[in-house]
């Protein structure tokens, strides 16, 4: 049998089967599959993509400017050098995902315009069913599978979060969500408010600012941002010695992370120097005399992602008087645009609401095991990829002070170890279990807000799996320890229950 061909499942008769189904094909799904392809070529798979491309994000946002807020050296996978400038475009990164796909022999696995709408655990014949609509056509069918790969993201891609002010429905101009940007907005020569900062922002209003006749932004809490040149000078340093393009993109990728190691620490051990330095790099940017509260949060340092301004853009536009920062809450909306609580009347043409986005945990897809619903907030993480009591399931959920993508390899290699560990027991399923040792520990929310707090996430606490004291049942967010944690973890210590 080869990798393509699936096969009737035992106990479902007639229904389509694979010993994997990875669920998405975004960074996610296509770094998954990558890694299980080239470690476990012995499983069958298949990638099931609701959109009609790949890209996940990347295919989706179609706003203005669109562009990564992490550099490719790190987002990009460890196996596919990046030659291009750190920070990328959509397109971009899209044309690198195809060139993975393509040079993997990928393609032949990817079911586009299919969306799962259930999954089912069967312990008996060890099992997951999905139910499955094909969106060309409507129809709906089964397919069953060992093990569900869940690489679909952590956000609802069909809507945005727009908080509810008063009287917005009074508001008589075009009023859009980043998340759900219409191919048709004429921005040239409008008054545009933005409403929100960080890193969707950050793109979005350098590159309205081009030809619209003014961008204010609108901001209740600022966020840090590290303006920089869009080059990476050992990288290009390495190219002109004609090195091998991956020992460049190895070399790139330790000697950045190892300045975001850096960082990271002292934002925890020296907050205040870490504060000062950022805002130091934005000030030499701005006018002479900038009020600085418009970019100084009130948090510390990487208790929420700080977002990188490629060339300074975002305050190029401000000094050159294009765009402009207002730092307040709003009281209300009028037929015209909004009052601020400060009393400030913010006119505008077209009002985007850069607020955000709703969590979605695990796809929002409804789950059951053996015929009874799973309630995800009453599980315990193990290691932020699997659950107490969920059999042969993983979700991939990155990092928030590194790239997305490093976990991504990190679990590909996790996920094969732990296939081949069951292969040597002769298991077919797997399910994480609190040990004897962990019956007292203290259960807390999946993230400490102290550790990293950003709203989204605050906003849908009570719907994650929950965390423990120990560090194998957390999502702790720290990629350098876990590189060298995950390799080297026990896969037989009582925490995951083999049958």
């Known amino acids: 049998m080869t990798m393509t061909e699936s096969h009737t499942a035992p106990g479902k008769l007639g229904l389509e089967h694979f010993d994997v189904l990875i669920v998405g094909a975004g960074i996610s799904g296509i770094g998954s599959a990558y890694h299980l392809q080239e470690q476990c070529p012995e499983r069958t798979f298949v990638i099931l993509e609701a959109y009609e491309s790949f890209g996940g994000t990347w295919h989706m946002h179609k706003y203005p400017g669109v562009r990564s807020d992490s550099d490719l050296y790190t987002f990009g996978y460890r196996f596919k050098p990046w030659e291009g400038a750190p920070i990328a475009t959509s397109d971009e990164i899209k044309k690198y995902m195809s060139e993975v796909i393509e040079d993997a022999g990928l393609d032949k696995y990817i079911r586009y315009r299919h969306r799962i709408t259930a999954a089912s655990w069967n312990s008996a014949e060890n099992l997951w069913t999905v139910d499955v609509l094909r969106l060309e056509t409507n129809e709906t069918f089964q397919m069953t599978t060992n093990f569900l790969w869940m690489c679909q993201g952590y956000y609802k891609h069909s809507e945005g979060y727009t908080p509810e002010w008063p009287n917005m429905d009074k508001y ?211 290691r932020g990829m699997m659950f107490t009591g969920v059999p042969n399931l993983a979700w991939v959920f990155g990092y928030f002070r590194a790239s997305w993508t490093l976990r991504v390899d990190l679990m590909g290699d996790f996920i094969a170890r732990l296939f081949k560990n069951m292969d040597s027991k002769g298991a077919k399923r797997v399910i994480p279990q609190l040990r004897p040792q962990d019956k007292d520990m203290k259960i807390r929310d999946w993230m400490d807000p102290n550790n ?19 560090p194998m049942w957390q999502h702790n967010q720290d990629y350098w320890t876990e590189k060298d944690i995950l390799p080297q973890a026990d896969l037989n210590d009582g925490s995951l229950r083999y049958e």
């Open 172 to 382: 008589k101009g075009v009023m859009v969500h980043p998340q759900t940007w219409p191919d048709d907005l004429d921005y040239a020569d409008k008054t545009v408010l933005v409403i929100g900062s960080g890193a969707t922002a950050a793109t979005l209003v350098p590159a309205m600012a081009q030809t619209a006749k003014h961008v204010t932004v609108l901001q209740r809490s600022p966020t840090y941002f590290v303006p920089g040149r869009n080059v990476n000078d050992l990288a290009d340093q390495l190219r002109q010695l004609e090195i091998d393009p991956m020992w460049i993109h190895e070399i790139v990728r330790r000697r950045i992370l190892l300045d975001q190691l850096m960082v990271t620490q002292q934002s925890f051990e020296n907050p205040e120097a870490v504060k000062e330095l950022l805002l130091m790099g934005v000030k030499d940017l701005l006018p002479e005399g900038y009020d600085m509260k418009h970019f100084t949060p009130k948090y510390r340092p990487w208790q929420q992602r700080i977002a990188f301004v490629p060339e300074g853009d975002l305050f190029a536009g401000i000094k050159a008087g294009k765009a402009s920062m207002v730092t307040d809450e709003i009281e209300t909306f009028t037929e015209t645009g909004v009052i601020t609580k400060g009393g400030e009347k913010l006119d505008a043409d077209i009002v985007v609401t850069a607020t955000g986005f709703n969590l979605s945990v695990l796809g929002d897809i409804p789950f059951e095991l053996d015929g009874k619903p799973l309630d995800w907030s009453q599980t315990i993480t193990y």
């Open 452 to 470: 990293f707090n950003p709203n989204y996430l605050m906003r849908s606490q009570h719907l994650m799996p929950k965390a423990g004291e120990d």
